[in-house]
């Protein structure tokens, strides 16, 4: 018998041969069979089970971190099964350090988006556990795939739900919003389709990452397939100029889908390229580097200046996940140790808090049946406890140290700034251009720091302070216990990852590492060669140590 | 002494931390005595323990003369290169700091139980005034950079919070928002400072780390010009913080919070957080007297800029906040003219006399039921006796009339600033093998690699250095004229103060008048012991005797050292003593003036003089219209900008052009191609004799 990559790591981790993985990604699935099975006349027990579904799909995904060992870099914790024989596709599932905070994060959110769910979906519940669930399944599968045809499968699974979700709860003009959502989703899906069947081609018979990423690929091929791919993911992002079906989905969906969308759904689109695009084709990213560092900045610099003239509280929350993912995508195209870790810390930080900014202004909509920031004003005095989680995430949202948004953000600067200046004062013929580059990248950044308090400071102060001018808001009650205790479990996250993010960031040290060990000489050589002579050569060294000391 | 009180630091953070907590999350559901307990048991407890570290450091400077005070909590942030810990330092600087804000700290917790014991938000003000506390805290008992950085931005948002704490009145809400982003810009140079920072310390920014690597002349990274980047960018963040040109316009309207806010956060203690910066990072800037040069300018400037709005302002805070940012511009002047010791000492005595002046003006306002109008005072003196005699000694001291507080400490930054050079030989030398290493780039670009002619060109550059070095020793005598200036402005518009509210006849209406009452115990109390200290404060740096005497400036030399070596003082007891009759005439002018006209409450010849020259008095009135020309410069552009990128990139270009643009291309060919199909025949036929034509032309 052919010995997979992922029966290595299976042997290694000794789980016994139980599929974990796979189990964690039916179980949404199993709870939404059952939910399918009972009657639609009844919301409460959809509710219930949607909930009880997803609670214990976070509990299994609790085992599976406790099961995962941060020492090591690589997939753990793999299933691997013959899938469809006849064109060789496997069914292989794999854990390591990039996907395991996206996991948690989807398990964590899925059960509190139930919870908030509970009045702002009014009808159709039975329909909505089962969308809901199912999309569950679908993030989880995206996530846990290290086969390339199981994860477009898993890929375009979450599609569906997510479309039925706006298109069924949405608000007015939902049509034209899930419309553009999926015709831009699977336009970009459909390339990286195509992508897949190519390489796929070339390995002669396997859908497996690892065979895809063995592959050795022309210049001009590695050029084309890192267009197709990171073009899907890009618009998941999005990345700037891709993003404006985002504002109009957010604003469309209900809360529950906005939760699920700005949490995870996105996040699918950093990870892609983290996971899959450049690993499979570091030099062609080295090649696109200045051209995505500059999307990225503009991203932020552009979606902090639209955020800030925004009249929907809930359009400017899209915006700034505009700007916000622009700081991950800075990070991922640096590609240094700093940097990296900063992306993925940041993604699950953004997760947390636009998602409560999401539920937020969602308890808002439910009370007053509008989002507009002039409708509001002075409404701190009616809603002091809303008013006070609503002004903590916003000091997480705008990067607050001892926030969690501070230490994501804090070292992606880190590591950008690292990358642009780091021993290149004095050497000026060393890599000047992309270091340049970088540098002026980083610096127009900056403003984002700035940009960020403005937009938000703004908003909170036309829809919290002042005298209350509307007469429709002197009625308005505050938080009742379910919104409370809501609210409270995500503040928690949000001072946890800030005051002690070091556990947070071990879970993805070791992979990190293992990603930039082999991925970052090979962009580098690409588009700054001197700087990777360099690096090579102080590498040398330290690395021949290791080699002795291994010995 | 021999016990070690490292341990004690964490607790002296945690603790108001506690409180805020508490008050924070049960505090609407306590009664107002339990809240103030709480909250001013914590600051009072965290007070005693700093008074322990106090007296433990004292104990151990014995022995060890440079001895400090090390506590790490945990890892915070960790990740390739970079660490962070959360760790405490308590050397002699963080000393003197712990001591200024949990001592004033307290103060100003026991005087808001009097001050706003009337206001239903009691809960909500004293969580914010305790993680304040904790806030400042961690800015100086920082260990490393990124640690004051937390500090930092963490007291940036408590007075966000408080500025804002009226938040039904949105001009309040606004200037919050406005202290905010302002500080915010500032960071963002602080922040880059510290990126910039990390690559010299590789990844970390520990002090101690970066006080050696500072001192280490062999460094890879050694280069004046990044010297000078990393201190400018450090000073922005100061001049965010300690509302310096072109950044202090948040400061005078961050008067919108409660008045013991202002005295505790816009007058001691946040607001110095950038003098306690840049004497802090000492060893850094004094390598860099260009930046310093630049500081100590914009320092004076401020000074001067702010003492003279401050001339005219007819609002009793607004008087003491311009009065702030310009005595923020001497300690300003005081750091970057490396008198550091000065610095931090004047900041000491102004967090003992403008908090006493905050307070004394708080104490007025609660008495006239909230009238802020010096036009509306006068002849309190009688009516107010307590609150008149703390305000009278603290507007002397800020005078600096000797012996009081604000005498000393000015006087030390106007004499050094004169005195003080840098010691261009021992930085020269830092910078020797960046010297050569340009050097040897110029030599080798003339292909004739041969040593003499490279110690020549090293010899080259390092002159240029040094005479540009030189070259800046005129800005001292520039600077020195204006803070002697801005010493003149600041002791006339204190007295004008003094005079307009507490001397003359009453000139608000008598329901007010009847209804005023002294302070009640607890602001009393407040006020007399900041009033006392502001008296004796400054004792304990005193020059006499070629500063035999003068606690302060030894008590700092270990902390200092380094920047102090980079310097060269040539202080004569002539100098010395003739400044001292100097500043003391300027003062005394000062006062004479205000006493001259405004004695007897407003003034002819004041009003006289503003009418004849109104260009100049609207100018001032109006704080030169900065806010005017930030608002038509920044502000509006921003918003105008933002929506035109919105409507024409956003949605022409981006969502219409390039998005929907090609659906509607695709639906256009759809549409053309269904004509082709209409199912008429006359058409068909058309086309066919069309095609025909077309062929036979090609064909024939």
Not at chain 1, 210 to 224: C, P, S, V
Not at chain 2, 117 to 130: I, K, M, Q, T
Not at chain 2, 244 to 251: A, D, E, N, R, T
Request: glycine fraction near 8%.
């Amino acid at each position: 018998m052919e010995t997979t990559f992922a029966q290595a790591w299976l042997e290694l981790n000794g789980v016994g041969g139980f599929p974990l993985l796979t189990l964690l990604t039916a179980l949404p699935l199993v709870f939404a069979a059952i939910s399918l099975m009972l009657p639609g006349d009844q919301p409460g027990a959809h509710k219930a089970l949607g909930f009880a579904g997803s609670i214990v799909t976070f509990l299994v995904s609790m085992v599976v971190w406790s099961r995962f060992d941060t020492g090591l870099g690589h997939m753990q914790l793999a299933d691997d099964f013959a899938w469809i024989p006849g064109i060789g596709a496997r069914w292989t599932m794999a854990v390591d350090g990039l996907s395991l905070p996206l996991v948690l994060l989807t398990t964590f959110l899925t059960p509190l988006v139930f919870v908030g769910a509970w009045s702002a979906i009014d009808k159709r519940w039975k329909e909505f556990t089962i969308a809901m669930l199912v999309l569950e399944t679908g993030m989880l599968g995206s996530l846990l795939a290290v086969d390339l045809l199981v994860f477009y499968v898993f890929w375009e699974i979450m599609l569906v739900p997510m479309y039925l979700i706006i298109g069924l709860w949405g608000g007015k003009a939902r049509i034209y919003a899930t419309l553009k959502f999926f015709i831009y989703t699977m336009f970009g899906s459909l390339l990286m389709l195509v992508g897949i069947l190519y390489l796929y081609g070339k390995t002669g018979g396997s859908f497996s990452l690892r065979e895809f990423a063995a592959l050795h690929l022309t210049d001009k091929e590695q050029l084309w397939l890192f267009g197709a791919f990171a073009l899907a993911f890009l618009i998941k992002v999005p990345v700037f100029p891709f993003h404006t079906w985002l504002p109009d989905a957010h604003t469309e969906a209900p809360t529950p889908g906005s939760v699920i969308l700005a949490g995870v759904l996105l996040k699918l689109g950093t990870y892609g390229l983290l996971r899959f695009a450049i690993p499979m084709f570091p030099a062609a990213m080295g090649t696109f580097s200045p051209l995505l560092l500059s999307l990225a900045v503009i991203g932020i610099v552009f979606g902090a200046m639209m955020a800030y003239v925004q009249t929907d509280v809930k359009r400017l929350v899209a915006y700034s996940s505009v700007s916000h993912l622009g700081f991950v995508m800075l990070g991922i195209v640096i590609y240094n140790e700093e940097a990296l870790q900063g992306a993925v810390l940041q993604m699950v930080n953004h997760g947390l808090s636009t998602g409560a900014l999401f539920l937020l202004v969602g308890f808002l909509y439910e009370r007053r049946h509008t989002r507009e920031i002039a409708d509001f004003g002075g409404i701190a005095k009616r809603m002091p406890v809303y008013a006070a989680f609503f002004v903590f995430v916003t000091m997480s949202s705008i990067a607050l140290p001892l926030t969690n948004g501070f230490v994501g953000e804090f070292l992606i600067f880190g590591g950008s700034f690292k990358e642009g200046i780091h021993s290149a004062m004095l050497q000026p013929e060393t890599g000047i251009a992309w270091r340049t580059t970088v540098l002026v990248g980083v610096s127009i950044a900056t403003s984002g720091i700035v940009l960020g308090a403005i937009y938000m400071l703004s908003m909170v102060r036309r829809v919290f302070f002042g005298a209350i001018g509307k007469p429709e808001n002197e009625a308005l009650h505050d938080l009742t216990l379910r919104e409370k205790l809501l609210m409270s479990v995500l503040a928690v996250m949000i001072a946890w990852i800030g005051l002690v993010p070091g556990g947070f960031l071990k879970v993805s040290e070791a992979t990190v590492h293992a990603m930039v060990q082999p991925n970052r000489p090979a962009i580098l050589q690409v588009r700054s060669p001197l700087d990777y002579q360099r690096e090579q050569s102080r590498r040398a060294p330290a690395q021949a140590a290791e080699e002795a000391k291994a010995e | 002494m021999t016990y070690n009180p490292s341990a004690l630091l964490p607790v002296i953070v945690l603790l108001p931390l506690l409180g805020a907590l508490f008050n924070g999350l049960l505090g609407s559901r306590l009664s107002r005595q339990t809240v103030y307990a709480i909250s001013n048991t914590t600051v009072l407890a965290s007070f005693l323990l700093s008074v322990m570290v106090f007296l433990g450091l004292r104990g151990a400077m014995v022995t060890a003369p440079d001895a400090a005070f090390r506590y790490t909590l945990y890892e915070w942030i960790a990740a390739g290169s970079y660490k962070f810990e959360i760790a405490f330092l308590a050397d002699q600087l963080s000393a003197v700091m712990l001591l200024v804000v949990t001592g004033v700290g307290f103060l100003v917790h026991l005087y808001s139980t009097g001050y706003m014991h009337e206001d239903p938000g009691y809960a909500r003000y004293f969580s914010y005034l305790n993680l304040f506390i904790f806030s400042m805290l961690m800015l100086v008992l920082g260990k490393n950079l990124a640690m004051l950085f937390i500090g930092w931005e963490g007291v940036g948002a408590c007075s966000y919070l408080l500025i804002g704490f009226w938040f039904k009145d949105m001009d309040k809400a606004a200037a919050g928002q406005k202290a905010f982003i302002v500080n915010r810009i500032g960071d963002v140079g602080f922040l880059a400072a510290m990126m910039l920072l990390l690559a010299y310390g590789n990844g970390s920014v520990d002090f101690d780390h970066l006080r050696v690597v500072f001192s280490d002349s062999a460094h890879m990274l050694d280069h004046a010009p990044t010297v000078t980047l990393i201190a400018l960018l450090l000073f922005v963040g100061a001049a965010g913080k300690s509302a310096q040109i072109p950044l202090y316009i948040w400061l005078p309207d961050a008067m919108a919070g409660p008045t013991p806010v202002s005295a505790l956060i816009h007058a001691a203690t946040m607001v110095t957080a950038g003098v306690y910066m840049i004497a802090r990072m000492n060893f850094l800037f004094a390598l860099t007297p260009h930046a310093m040069t630049v500081v100590m300018m914009v320092g004076a400037t401020t000074a001067l800029v702010a003492a003279s709005i401050g001339l005219v302002q007819n609002d009793i805070k607004k008087v003491l906040a311009y009065s702030t940012v310009s005595q923020l511009g001497f300690m300003i002047v005081a750091v970057g003219a490396g008198a550091y010791a000065a610095g931090v000492f004047h900041l000491m005595t102004h967090a003992f006399f403008k908090g006493a002046l905050f307070l004394g003006a708080g104490a007025v306002i609660h008495a006239l039921h909230h009238e802020q109008d010096i036009r509306k005072m006068g002849g309190l003196k009688k009516k107010l006796p307590i609150i008149h005699w703390t305000f009278l000694i603290s507007c002397i001291a800020i005078a600096g009339l000797p012996p009081l507080a604000g005498f000393f400490s000015k006087d030390a930054i106007l004499a050094e600033t004169l005195a003080f050079r840098p010691n261009t030989e021992k930085i020269a030398t830092y910078y020797g093998e960046s010297f050569e290493r340009q050097a040897r780039v110029k030599v080798m670009a003339d292909k004739a690699p041969d040593q003499a002619k490279l110690a020549v060109a090293v010899k080259a550059e390092r002159d240029a250095y040094v005479k540009s070095v030189e070259d800046l020793a005129i800005w001292r005598k520039v600077a020195f004229a204006l803070c002697l200036l801005a010493a003149f402005m600041t002791a006339f518009y204190m007295f004008r103060l003094y005079f307009l509210t507490f001397s003359g006849d009453y000139r608000g209406d008598h329901h007010t008048w009847d209804h005023a009452h002294d302070a009640p115990w607890p602001m009393a109390t407040a006020l007399v012991l900041l009033a006392f200290l502001s008296f004796v404060g400054g004792w304990v740096g005193t020059p006499f005797f070629h500063n035999q005497f003068n606690f302060f400036f030894h008590w700092l030399e270990p902390v200092l050292a380094r920047g102090e070596e980079l310097l060269d003082g040539h202080m004569t007891p002539a100098l010395e003593y003739g400044l001292m009759a100097a500043s003391t005439v300027v003062a005394a002018l000062g006062v004479t003036l205000a006493w001259w006209m405004y004695r007897k409450g407003p003034s002819e010849l004041g009003a006289n003089l503003a009418n004849r020259m109104s260009f100049i008095y609207d100018a001032l009135l109006n704080k030169y219209y900065v806010d005017e020309f930030y608002d038509r410069v920044v502000v509006r552009p921003l918003r105008a900008v933002s929506q035109a990128a919105f409507q024409v990139i956003d949605r022409i270009i981006v969502d219409l052009v390039m998005v929907r643009g090609p659906g509607y291309v695709l639906l256009g060919v759809s549409h053309a191609g269904r004509l082709l199909q209409n199912g008429e025949v006359q058409t068909y036929l058309v086309g066919v004799v069309l095609g025909i034509a077309l062929l036979a032309y090609y064909l024939v």
